[in-house]
């Protein structure tokens, strides 16, 4: 997947501008790292991705979709394209392990028998095949971040 920002700008409000005419490109199959201080940007920068923001100027290019303005057709397809966890990733305490990796295939309307071979494939790589049927209070070993690789795995576009 390519990403492309030229020349965006995003302001809140007059005097709060969260980025500047920002350029960049991403190409397929690229590693990116996005850090900077507090409030260089860095979430608005992926809210932007994922159309959560339309940017004040400029243009961001995804693939074919192109951010300009809200289009929530165009906005369902590119989400289901890309996987993205930010800090405040919620785990369902009320789900096993199983059932919160998997309920990123659940959304997608994918059958019961693929859900639980990938599943089962993203938990072992992981390293948490044998808490499929834990529950995160159950083991200190769960954390968010592997929950957050198991939720992102099925886009194989992991960002954040």
Known sequence: MRIIFNKVSKNFGKNAPAL???????????????VGSSG???TTVLRLIIQDLIPTSGKIEIEK????????????????KIGMVFQDFKILY???????????LEILGKKSDEISKKVHEVLHLVGLSDKANFFPIQSRRITKSIYCEGYCWWTKNFIG
């Open 40 to 42: 260089a940007g860095k």
């Open 65 to 80: 979709f192109v951010i300009s303005k809200k289009n929530h057709v165009d906005t369902a397809k590119l989400r289901r």
């Open 94 to 104: 009320n789900r096993t392990t199983f059932e919160n990796v998997a309920i990123a």
């Open 20 to 34: 500047d005419e920002t350029s960049f490109e991403i190409n397929e199959g690229e590693f990116v790292f996005l």
